[in-house]
């Protein structure tokens, strides 16, 4: 970090001298994330001067690394022929990328610069359905034939491996386009030159359809250790590759999502400090009304048990206590559910199996609870008897019933085509509420005859 901070300063003081040859330099000494990062600082007076100085392949990989604010303001910035020189280093997949984050009169522009072939490809991409893998995969790869020679085969990734975006992986089609086979580079390398690839090929080969979702394609590169993945359409013709760059970017947006959605947010694609009040402002308040006016049940619930909390005004020194134990043992069953729907470790079917695990586990963690707050309540605040068993059985069927809430709604959500991850925290805590105060004012009823 302090080490980012000197070179940041060091750019600003090269840019103040005009030492340009310097700074130019300077900068192709780093990497395009850390660039791109280093530019996010700069004023937009300065951002275009110093994007020019960079040689045109790093440009263009620094340029994929920028946020859409920044690429938006270097395109206004560019002449028809700057633009196409970036248009034409960039990957097929990122212009598509690019696009679907410009406004429509940039996009007109982009086109115009891309030649006929890299907009047919982009036309291609942009077909696919979002959070698809064919709306993240590359159309740019290097196919090989099972009949080829190695000899043969290096030839063909010599001549079509600089336009592709990775060479370390190829795959073996047929002749009408159907994937047959996969080859790393290692093996063809180590093998003789007049060995056919068919005979070194391993026919084994993981694949997705051009309509799997997004999140699915992150989990087989997970699960296989896969550092590119080939797309397939319905008839297993190879069209596309994801690479592992593009996998970890859908992982952090799914991650960043599913956290906005736990938190009762609707999500957004922009950086927080990119975001304005106004969109946050947006993003939160809808959930922030449900949730109000779903919290009022508690508060109707205090009102009308209102004439036994005069008789036993200590019971409400309890009520905080039992409402917030309550949500957080169904935040942990629920969270623990969410998190093993979404590695696919727990289905519906397996409902019945996680609502008896979290039923022992309930009654472990509510016993312990109970003791422990028994021994409170007697030595420390010492409350009657019958007051001390009201809040320890009350405690005990609170988390009871939150984590049997906790565990099993997500599933059921997601059965009823839902978001799991929506029935997280806010929600479960919401419901467990309520239901703990009917708990424990029914019981304070039964044993204190209210």
């Not at 370390?168 to 386009?177: F, K, L, M, Q, S």
């Not at 391993?202 to 997004?214: A, I, L, M, P």
């Amino acid at each position: 970090m302090e080490n980012y901070v000197n070179i940041q300063k060091t750019v600003l003081t090269l840019i103040e001298e005009k030492n340009f040859q310097r700074l130019r330099d300077l900068l192709t000494t780093m990497q395009p994330a850390d660039i791109a990062a280093l530019f996010a600082e700069l004023s937009e007076k300065n951002l275009p001067l110093v994007f020019r100085l960079l040689p045109k392949d790093l440009a263009a990989e620094t340029f994929v690394e920028m946020d859409s604010d920044r690429q938006h303001l270097l395109i206004q910035g560019f002449s028809d022929t700057e633009l196409q020189e970036v248009i034409n280093e960039l990957y097929v997949d990122d212009v598509a990328a690019l696009i679907e984050e410009m406004p429509a009169n940039v996009v007109k522009r982009i086109l115009r610069q891309a030649d006929p072939e890299t907009r047919r490809q982009i036309n291609e991409i942009l077909k696919y359905p979002e959070d698809s893998a064919g709306s993240i995969m590359t159309t740019e790869f290097v196919s090989l034939r099972a009949h080829m020679t190695v000899a043969e085969a290096l030839k063909r990734i010599r001549r079509q491996g600089i336009d592709s975006e990775t060479i370390n992986v190829c795959y073996v089609t047929d002749d009408g386009r159907r994937l047959i086979g996969v080859v790393s580079i290692r093996t063809i390398i180590l093998a003789e030159e007049q060995d056919r690839i068919e005979d070194i090929m391993n026919r084994y080969v993981v694949s997705v359809r051009t309509t799997e979702d997004q999140e699915s394609v992150v989990r087989l590169f997970a699960k296989y250790d896969l550092t590119v993945l080939p797309v397939v359409d319905g008839e297993n013709r190879l069209v596309g590759i994801v690479t592992i760059d593009d996998a970890l970017d859908v992982l952090q947006e799914e991650t960043t999502e599913d956290f906005e959605k736990m938190a009762a947010i609707t999500p957004t694609a922009r950086p927080y400090l990119k975001t304005s009040v106004l969109e946050i402002w947006k993003s939160r308040i809808p959930w922030l009304l449900v949730l109000m006016i779903s919290a009022t049940f508690t508060g109707l619930i205090i009102s009308h048990f209102e004439d036994a909390l005069k008789a036993y005004v200590l019971l409400t020194a309890y009520i905080p206590m039992l409402m917030d134990t309550g949500g957080n043992s169904g935040s942990q069953a629920s969270i623990t559910v969410i998190r093993g729907l979404s590695l696919h470790e727990l289905e519906f079917r397996d409902l019945f199996r996680v609502v008896w695990k979290e039923f022992r586990v309930a009654i472990l963690a509510g016993f312990t609870l109970a003791v422990f707050n028994f021994v409170k309540l007697m030595l420390l605040d010492r409350v009657s008897l019958l007051v001390a068993l009201v809040v320890c059985f009350t405690l005990m069927l609170t988390v009871f019933v939150a984590k049997l809430i906790g565990c099993s709604f997500p599933l059921i959500a997601q059965k009823a085509g839902f978001d799991p991850v929506v029935m997280a925290s806010p929600f479960i805590t919401t419901i467990v509420d309520a239901l703990s105060l009917l708990i424990y004012f029914q019981i304070a009823t039964i044993l204190l005859g209210l």
